[in-house]
């Protein structure tokens, strides 16, 4: 299919990039045009428009952002994550967190939350991780691992656990062998996460800018990692805030590496490079 190659007004990208920093946090300053510009060229076509100042308004005059707000903003995120992205989260997390959450308990039931979870890398990392410790612990854990995100695509992505043969290389090769399914096809060069890893991660839409998230508080551990980093500093210290709110005391916050709460009045004390523990 060959796309128009239509030009965004001042006017009409000022519109959009105020609606969707409105609607998701992120910042669209003006470096981001030709993305927007690029990314929605899609839509117009879809709709049948033939400039982008019919497009926007049909959105903003005729009532189209009801139905079009979810596809502009999966068009615009940056979704962008590996397996085991930033491993000294994942070795802090065995080495000190896990050990620290079940000495002395029973019957221990642990709650995790990846917050921003793109395709689903995040949490099948964290999902292995704590499987890992079942198994070499012979012990009985009851652990429920929740990954949020606001883009629906990403989400069927990660809820169907297909990926490229390339993007499961980070996951060390015992894991790998242990957790992820070849295709039967060998020209597909397809894998899958096993059924019973994917049955320890509950997927849902949840946007990290809602005034109330609608899920359960008391999480031992939170990854928010690489989304506050398009957010405006008033943004990520509200967002910031309610996550500190949904952790159980003593619970873990893991930021991205480029992500920081220096200067911000919260509940969290740094315990290693970008995690925090709730004071
Ligand atoms: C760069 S990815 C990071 C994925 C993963 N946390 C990692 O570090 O590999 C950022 C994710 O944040 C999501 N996102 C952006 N704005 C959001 C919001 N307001 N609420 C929830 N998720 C959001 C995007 O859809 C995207 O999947």
Partial sequence: ???????????????????????????????????????????????????????????????????????????VTTNKTEFFREPDHFRFLADVVLPELLRGRDAPSLKLWSAACSVGAEPYSLAMLLAEQMRQSGRDIRCSILATDLCIEVLEKAIAGIYSEEMVRPIPLELRQRYVLRSRDPEARLVRITPDLRRLVRFLRLNLMDDHYGVDQGFHVIFCRNVLIYFSRADQERVLARLAEHLAPGGYLFLGHSETIAGLNLPLRPVGPTIFAKA
Avoid: W
């Fill in 1 to 75: 299919m060959t796309l128009p190659t239509l030009e965004l007004s001042d006017k009409d990208f000022n519109r959009l990039a105020q609606f969707i920093n409105g609607y998701s946090g992120i910042r669209m300053p003006a470096s981001k045009r030709a993305m927007v510009e690029g990314r929605l060229r899609r839509r117009l076509v879809r709709h049948g428009f033939n400039d982008f100042t019919s497009y926007c308004q049909y959105l903003f005059e005729g009532g189209g952002m009801a139905d079009e707000a979810v596809h502009i903003i999966d068009a």
